[in-house]
């Protein structure tokens, strides 16, 4: 298999893995507890919150380990706006945000809370003089995304976060596709909180951080005592120490080769086939994301002839998949429908060789050009 889905979700590393074993078996104390077995658990929590820290140039009482990034949204956005007490009451973010933001700001909206979404153009691109436009004094929050899970494309978070700060609101940014991928040292960062998640950064799944700046007292979405009364629950020790583990191995998670076997494989492809073309490509892009519409081809029929070769992609973000809809992100970049549901995503990861990409470029162009040869309107097969 060549799993080309490093953006819906990474394998766990060996080092990752071997951090958390012990946690299955006689580790299995509450960091809580006075006892030796607590205290045991709460070094590795407290090793693995310096781990992490060191990695992303942040103070260890910065982090607050959350259940995902789906709870690090929703902890930042619904704490920034709880943080005004109603004396802001706007919260801006792009049209291209993740859907575990998107789906709480219609919630919020339901509340009262004015939400503004600012548009993309063409190339996924944020309109930066219509979110200029939208910040105001009413704004609570600004909250954009740094890298778009989907096209891969980066927005200028620092500038954005200056923009933010000087209008008095809070900036937040959803970096659980830039971690790893793009530098981060906090401490010379704009931002006032940053969300990521474990899964995409080859440690498990239900983990991950919110990165608050210190001195933001923001009202929990969890009351309890842990994470100084920031974030209630035990800990996910075994998932915390996994963390840790994979934030020491970020320096060498992507190679610079990443971005030429990315770049291959798009010219591969663009070469061979006329019709396809690269959506986002004209825009500063994460080395490992390419985004591919393949004109005139059912996008669903050819992930399912790639899936049954052995090579991995997605169309549109996992967490949406299941409906017949086309993308949000690239309905919002002027995509008609056709072209939406003609395009895949291929994401790679540290793990992807040279070879896998020689191989995958050869049985996408297999498949696609056996579908080209076939009706358009054909039925639609669910994966
Ligand atoms: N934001 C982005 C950009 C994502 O890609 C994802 C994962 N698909 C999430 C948020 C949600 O993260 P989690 O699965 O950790 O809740």
Not at 5 to 25: K, W, Y
Not at 77 to 98: K, W
Not at 266 to 286: D, K, Q, V, W, Y
Not at 316 to 327: D, E, H, T, Y
């Amino acid at each position: 298999m060549i799993y080309l889905d490093n953006n819906a979700t990474t394998r766990i590393a060996p080092e990752v893995r071997a951090a958390m074993l012990p946690f299955l078996d006689e580790a299995y104390g509450n960091p809580s507890s006075q006892n030796a077995l607590g205290q045991h658990a709460k070094a590795a929590v407290l090793a693995a919150r310096q781990a992490i820290a060191t990695s992303l140039g942040a103070s260890p009482a910065e982090i607050i380990f959350t259940s995902g990034a789906t709870e690090g949204n929703h902890a930042a956005i619904t704490g920034a706006v709880g943080y005004f007490r109603g004396q802001r009451r706007q919260v801006v973010a792009s049209a291209v945000e993740h859907p575990s933001t998107l789906k709480l700001l219609q919630a919020l909206q339901q509340q009262g809370i004015e939400i503004t979404l600012v548009p993309v153009d063409e190339h996924g691109m944020l309109d930066m003089a219509m979110l200029d436009a939208a910040i105001s004094h009413e704004t609570a929050l600004v909250s954009v995304m740094w890298a778009n899970n989907e096209t891969g494309v980066v927005f200028p978070v620092e500038e954005i976060a200056q923009l933010a700060k000087q209008r008095g609101a809070l900036f937040h940014t959803d970096a659980v596709q830039a971690i790893g991928r793009l530098p981060l040292t906090w401490r010379h960062s704009a931002i006032d909180l940053l969300s990521f998640s474990g899964h995409k950064l080859h440690a498990p799944k239900g983990i991950g951080g919110l990165l608050l700046r210190k001195g933001l007292n923001l009202p929990p979405l969890f009351h309890g005592s842990q994470e100084r009364n920031r974030r209630g629950g035990t800990e996910n020790v075994m998932a915390i120490a996994g963390l840790g583990a994979a934030a020491t191995l970020l320096d060498s998670a992507h190679p610079p080769g990443l971005q030429q076997l990315r770049d291959r494989l798009e010219r591969h492809i663009t070469t061979a086939l006329p019709g396809a073309r690269i959506n986002g490509g004209l825009s500063p892009r994460i080395a490992n994301t390419s985004n591919i519409e393949f004109a005139g081809i059912n996008g669903e029929a050819l992930l399912l002839q790639l899936e049954r070769a052995g090579v991995i992609a997605s169309i549109g973000s996992a967490c949406q998949s299941g409906g017949n809809r086309p993308s949000h992100v690239l309905s919002a970049m002027g995509m008609a429908d056709e072209a939406a549901k003609s395009s895949l995503r291929f994401s790679l990861s540290r793990y992807t060789s040279a070879d896998e990409i020689e191989l995958a470029s050869a049985t996408i162009l297999a498949a696609a050009s056996r579908l080209a040869q076939q009706p358009v309107a054909q039925p639609v097969l669910s994966a």
